[in-house]
């Protein structure tokens, strides 16, 4: 049984996206795995900001942090469920799995696990300076991953 | 019989002697000093012999097959020789360690809890395999997971006393530990974590872990952060339907599928040539094992590839031994194949019980000169290099703390 | 067991992990250098060992590869052993009052935080005046202002947030896509911004600035003073971020009528108001009395200590609590500022900088107000808003000496606009937050921050130029 394998993750979601790879699991009679990447750049980054430079104690710092990986956790299982809804009405078989770390190197070990044929991942829009200057993960992604991967521009 | 002149060609010789053991009179065993009471018998309880161009073998010498051996152990003017036929080979038999004669400050015989294999000392902290409950053990097992220490869980402190009596004698090199099946996600590594943390600690060793693969990757991960220097998840068979066969156990608790994703993944984490797996030979065509080869090469894991020899208990008795025409074909390929990938081999090597890529190259046709680099890990500096270089690479790659 | 494997190739890992003792090999360069060449004319040899010390620390505070506090503790080891400033006098000027103002204002901001009264005060007046969209971005706009005029504007941000996102959740607003989120986190980070610099207490950097000025030239700037100069910055700026709030980011949501609800579970869950929060509240506003009517009296560090000491006589807070509360790292920072802005000042290396350096373009003073403020509002968007007072302070000091400018004037023109970083996550903790909640970009704040940022620089010069005369400031 082939498998496709949706990537999403804190600044990465997109309803097309979500249809099409449900849709192209239900044609290619395939498995849908949603993956779910938690983005904690940002977070270390403002828990960073307040050690070195906030005028708050650890306490309140870390209480902090906890409040935005809740409420990403939490906006990941929102995802994960409306995708899981869209699989269920179109009878597709489902799995998921929630991770947080480096965005290519999670996204190949899921690849690699559940040995993915096709993989969707969301790409942000970005500038031509930022275009110029940095490469955004996906392409990464794209260049490394073992399997075929669709990009949707958000 | 002569046809690959085995008595001049170490690796040639190693097998057969692996095949089909070594003869030794009564006489020679006294005049040798070996002292029978420290385990001779069993899979790995043979001889150490060190053939020439530094080439370990584990010979057995007690069991019935050895004595139509045409191999034979000779004194002369105190120089040990190995002799088939008119010829022979001048060689040099490895005494039993010392310290199989100390035990641990709980009373327990430290030859009980380390086994000198050449350069290696190989600890089993915990002897059971979870296989055996449940009646999937793999099926050439002579269950010496299960009679090792009879349940008992050597502690820390146990394992650290057996390390370092081997160290004291210059024979911890390495120090191989391993484990048996539980069914835990982790492969057993949580358990060997507070060893491997002990002998790093203590000791300036290379320790190789060889566990069950995990199921997840982070396990991986955290195996070469901890400190292993060296990983082995060992398939056995390669073949889709023996390794069913042989290894139910493995296959319907682990998967064949996952043994390669977590070898292809550890090659990724691990350092090149230090990553590997058993083949073992015999059990299967010698086309699959070369197949075996070819594919584990590929993803830069080395494939170590033992022999097996039936012993009581063991669920394969009507196990035909192989000849060295069967196994040939294998070990040429096994150093053509390393070559080929570029795997380093000086880390898998200097092991009495299996044969190494580093050996295989003496079915090659290649010169039996030591490359400079192997004769530099040889020295005691080397060793000192292998272990600085390794804990070097660990302190560049391993990240704590990463993401919450 | 928490690990990250670098798979990248070794060789690659050895040169990212090189770069940064070849950085510190690169700055020791530098400042050997800067000791080794002759001495210009014009400068001793104390203000050159000086001004090689303010380079490196410049360099180390830009850059952010040791933390601020180390980067200060650097100044203040290196100013007695290069000859500057005797080892007394330098770790004296650690025992600053402003550091002390800035420990006992940091210790009663944790003490209002811990007793949750700031938090009360915030939902209730939410749940009071939050009836329309445009009320409720109001209402959380002005009281974060209005509460970091008395306690840090970090402190409020981090407070504020959960609250904000419940509202933000509670209303069902898409992350990144509804404008109304947009406007009710930017409310947050640009109420804490602006409020915080209003008077002493949003932020440490004002004390700082006050402080450095203190002990380089002792000229004191008292709490009611300062908060007339940079008021009317504040007001304007609060009205413009309103306008710019409501006009530019128009709401996108009808009714807010669900968010009744959130506050009303909110308060519920505060339950009655306690001991703790009447007595804190009661303490800070009578401590706020003081200092605003008696600091130049009793002086505002004595003031802010003698109020932690009540608050621990009449047991509203545990040391625990408080060390909890507290960023302790950062007053290390403060510390060695003032004693790195003081051997400036004392070397004659400030004088030399604007004598050689700055003279060129210095025009009027109206000019390097403009100048200066242009550069403190570009400096503080990319780097710590304390660490750019620490930088461009004793220089400017060493101006208003040259030109006969009154150095207040100066200190006003670098601590009011170091406050105002609106454009990057990176800029200050109130921006870091708002991105990181997802309803904004970083690609939003910096569009709508730009704006901002031209406003307060205009406003602000505007301000010098209208409003500093009238009350006495004479430029």
Redesign the interface.
């Known amino acids: 049984m082939s498998c496709v394998l949706l990537i999403l993750s804190t600044s990465r979601t997109s309803q097309n996206a979500i249809e099409y790879a449900v849709d192209l699991a239900k044609k290619g009679k395939a498995k849908l795995v949603v993956l779910y990447i938690i983005e904690t750049e940002l977070t270390n980054e403002v828990f960073d900001k307040f050690t070195d430079i906030g005028f708050i104690g650890d306490k309140p710092s870390t209480q902090l942090t906890e409040a935005i990986m809740k409420e990403y956790r939490q906006r990941g299982y929102e995802e994960m469920g409306k995708v899981q809804i869209r699989a269920m009405e179109e009878n597709v078989d489902f799995d998921a799995v929630t991770t947080q770390g480096d965005f290519v190197e999670k996204a190949i070990e899921v690849i690699d696990r559940y040995k993915v044929t096709t993989a969707v991942a969301i790409k942000r829009k970005r500038s031509a300076f930022l275009k110029y200057f940095s490469k955004s993960v996906v392409d990464e992604l794209v260049e490394k991953a073992p399997c075929k991967v669709e990009v949707f521009e958000e | 019989m002569n046809k690959y002149k085995t008595l001049h060609n170490p690796a040639y010789l190693k097998i057969d002697l692996m095949l089909n053991g070594i003869k030794a009179d009564n006489e020679t065993i006294q005049r040798l000093g070996l002292d029978l009471r420290y385990g001779y018998t069993g899979v790995t309880g043979g001889l150490d012999i060190l053939l020439p161009h530094n080439t370990w073998v584990n010979a057995s010498f007690l069991e019935e097959f050895a004595k139509s051996s045409k191999y034979e152990l000779v004194l002369r003017d105190k120089k040990t020789f190995i002799k088939a036929g008119d010829e022979s080979v001048k060689v040099d038999i490895m005494p039993k360690p010392e310290f199989y004669k100390l035990s641990t400050a709980t009373g327990i015989p430290l030859s009980k809890i380390g086994a000198m294999h050449g350069g290696y000392v190989a600890i089993t902290p915990d002897t059971r395999c979870e296989f055996f409950n449940m009646n999937i053990e793999c099926r050439y097992c002579a269950g010496n997971f299960n009679s090792g220490g009879s349940g008992r869980v050597y502690t820390v402190e146990e394992v650290l006393e057996t390390v370092d009596a081997a160290n004291k004698e210059g024979k911890a090199e390495i120090v191989y530990l391993s484990i048996g099946f539980s069914e835990t996600p982790d492969g057993g590594i949580e358990f060997l974590k507070p060893y491997i943390k002990a002998i790093k600690k203590h000791f300036n060793t290379l320790v190789a872990v060889e566990a069950l693969p995990p199921k997840e990757n982070h396990f991986i991960d955290e195996t070469y952060a901890v400190g292993a220097d060296s990983v082995l998840y060992n398939m056995e068979i390669f073949d889709e339907r023996l390794f069913k066969e042989i290894c139910p156990g493995r296959d319907r608790l682990i998967g064949r599928e996952r043994y390669i994703d977590a070898l292809k993944y550890a090659a990724k984490v691990f350092p090149n040539g230090t990553v590997a797996t058993h083949l073992i030979v015999g059990l299967e065509p010698a086309e699959s094992t070369i197949k075996g080869i070819d594919f584990f090469t590929g993803i830069r894991v080395v494939p170590i590839l033992p022999i097996y020899r039936p012993s009581v208990g063991a669920n394969l008795l009507n196990y035909k031994v192989p000849s060295l025409d069967d196994v040939l074909p294998v070990y040429r390929d096994l150093y053509h194949a390393v070559k080929k990938n570029k795997i380093n081999i000086n880390w898998v090597r200097d092991i009495s019980v299996i044969t190494t890529p580093i050996e295989a190259r003496f079915f090659a046709k290649t010169k039996f000169n030591k490359t400079l680099m192997e004769r530099f890990y040889k020295t005691k500096l080397g060793v000192k290099t292998a272990w600085g270089l390794s804990t070097l690479r660990r302190k560049l790659r391993v990240r704590e703390g990463g993401e919450g | 067991?928490?690990?990250?494997?670098?798979?990248r190739p070794?060789w690659v890992?050895?040169l990212s992990?090189s770069l940064r003792p070849l950085f510190f090999v690169v700055v020791a360069i530098i400042f050997w250098y800067l000791v080794s060449i002759p001495t210009p004319d014009g400068l001793g040899l104390e203000g050159q060992r000086t001004i090689a010390l303010f380079v490196v620390c410049l360099i180390l505070w830009v850059s952010?590869v040791l933390?601020?506090a180390i980067t200060s503790l650097l100044a203040i080891v290196m100013v007695p052993l290069l000859g500057v400033l005797d080892k007394k006098a330098a770790y004296a000027l650690f025992g600053n009052e402003a550091v002390f103002f800035i420990l006992g204002a940091?210790i009663l901001?944790?003490a209002v935080?811990h007793s949750g009264l700031a938090g009360r005060t915030a939902v209730v007046i939410m749940s009071r005046f939050g009836e329309t969209p445009k009320r409720l971005i109001a209402s959380i706009f002005f009281l974060a202002a209005v509460l970091s005029f008395f306690m840090?504007?970090?402190?409020v941000a981090?407070?504020f947030?959960?609250i904000v996102?419940e509202i933000a959740k509670g209303l069902n607003l898409k992350?990144?896509k509804s404008v109304y989120a947009k406007s009710l986190f930017l409310a947050l980070a640009w109420g804490c911004i602006i409020g915080g610099v209003a008077t002493f207490l949003g932020?440490?950097r004002v004390p700082l600035a006050v402080g450095m000025l203190k002990e380089a030239t002792g000229i004191n700037i008292g709490f009611f003073e300062y908060t007339a100069a940079a008021f009317p910055t504040v007001l304007i700026m609060l009205l413009i971020g309103y306008f710019m709030l409501t006009k530019f980011l128009p709401s996108d949501v009808e009714d807010i009528h669900k968010i009744k609800a959130v506050f009303e579970r909110k308060i519920k869950e505060l339950g009655k108001i306690g001991y703790a929060e009447y007595a804190v509240g009661v303490l800070m506003a009578v401590t706020i009395f003081l200092w605003l009517f008696l600091g130049r009296t009793i002086g505002i560090a004595n003031i802010a200590i003698a109020s932690v000491v009540v608050l621990f006589v009449f047991k509203l807070v545990r040391w625990k609590d408080i060390?909890?509360?507290?960023?302790?790292?950062?007053i290390l920072m403060y510390g060695g500022a003032i004693t790195l802005g003081a051997a400036m000042e004392k070397s004659g290396a400030a004088a030399w900088i604007a004598n050689t350096v700055i003279s060129e373009w210095a025009r009027s003073p109206l000019i390097i107000i403009a100048i200066l403020s242009l550069l403190t509002i570009l400096l503080t968007e990319g780097m710590?808003?304390?660490?750019v007072i620490a930088i461009l302070l004793p220089v400017g000091i060493g101006i208003a000496g040259k030109f006969n400018l009154d150095p207040r004037i100066i200190t006003y023109t670098i601590a009011i606009p170091a406050g105002l970083a609106f454009c990057f996550?990176?800029s200050?903790?109130a921006n870091?937050?708002a991105?990181?909640?997802?309803y904004v970009t970083a690609?939003d704040m910096a569009k709508a921050g730009v704006l901002m940022m031209i406003s307060a620089w205009v406003l602000f010069n505007i301000t010098v130029f209208i409003y500093w005369p009238l009350i006495g400031i004479k430029i």
């Open positions: 067991m928490n690990v990250v494997i670098d798979k070794i890992i050895l992990r952010g933390p601020l940091f901001s944790g935080m840090s504007e970090h402190a981090a407070m947030f959960p996102l992350p990144g932020g440490a060390e909890e509360y507290v960023n302790w790292g950062i710590s808003n304390a660490a996550p990176m200050t903790p870091a937050i991105v990181s909640s997802g690609r």
